[in-house]
């Protein structure tokens, strides 16, 4: 080959590894705020290391690095009124009240679910002008059935699996999500203000680092999972009614928005050959 590129996992450590033994160029992407134990291996004989944070110099050699950003969807934008309309409509909305988007991933989380569930069997407080788009996941999807079948708060729609997340994020108000790499890119070309749970349940608390760099410059919230069930939904709620915070948070994550970074990742695969 005339490069060999990975993008992490300890599937790519022996293949770059061997091939920077034998003279190919090789060129990895590092998704997280916080290095994986692969990349940081691989990063000291990689030729080009792309990155979606600032800061990354404590984990590799600071002139081969290349903030690049995430690849991400390209359907994935800063909403028009035209967008928004047809998200209202897709989602069979009110355009007067305020929306929340619950994304969970796949498989769902079941700490946004519980959060979820407890807010509604608390009696929704504080949501009299609110609907909530809630992807609980396919994994959780036939217990959520049940319960939503005697939940007695309206507009809520929960869904296994979102077939439309541009217009999901478009009619959103407040993204609450989960803070892996792609979602927090996604996140940020959409525009979007969001609360971020981090899950526990991956290597090195990565999903952590990447949300605060987004907290860290007033782009994100963040709610810790061990709290979120208590304490996710009044943050929210809380949230919702303060447009000004909203529209500060919108404007920060604008800023962090990279969306050629698929292009920009290919132009230095090529430069990397040359």
């Not at 069930?229 to 809380?238: D, I, P, S, W, Y």
């Amino acid at each position: 080959p005339d490069i060999a590129i990975g993008v992490g996992g300890y599937a790519s450590a022996p293949l770059l590894w061997a091939a920077a033994s034998l003279g190919v160029p090789t060129l990895i992407q590092e998704q997280n705020g916080f290095a994986g134990l692969t990349n940081k291996i691989l990063g000291k004989k990689a030729k080009a290391i792309c990155v979606a944070y600032e800061g990354m110099e404590r984990f590799f050699p600071a002139d081969r690095i290349v903030l690049t950003g995430n690849p991400i969807r390209k359907e994935i934008v800063p909403a028009t009124e035209e967008m928004k309309k047809e998200a209202m409509s897709f989602y069979n909305l009110d355009p007067q009240k305020k929306h929340i988007f619950i994304v969970g991933g796949s498989l769902g989380s079941g700490t946004l679910n519980n959060a979820m569930k407890k807010w509604i069997s608390e009696g929704c407080p504080d949501g009299e002008n609110l609907e909530i788009i809630w992807q609980c996941g396919k994994y959780y999807k036939a217990s959520i059935d049940r319960f939503m079948a005697e939940a007695e708060c309206n507009g809520i729609q929960h869904y296994d699996f979102i077939q439309r997340m541009d217009l999901a994020y478009a009619a959103a108000d407040v993204v609450i999500s989960r803070s892996g790499a792609s979602s927090i890119s996604e996140l940020c070309a959409a525009h979007k203000a969001a609360i971020f749970v981090p899950s526990p349940n991956v290597t090195e608390d990565h999903q952590t680092h990447n949300a605060m760099a987004l907290v860290n410059k007033d782009a994100g919230m963040i709610v810790k999972d061990s709290e979120a069930v208590e304490k996710l939904m009044e943050t929210a709620c809380r949230l919702i009614e303060d447009p000004e915070k909203i529209a500060l948070m919108e404007k920060n994550v604008a800023e962090l928005a990279k969306r050629d970074a698929a292009m920009t990742i290919a132009e230095h695969i090529y430069k990397t050959i040359k």
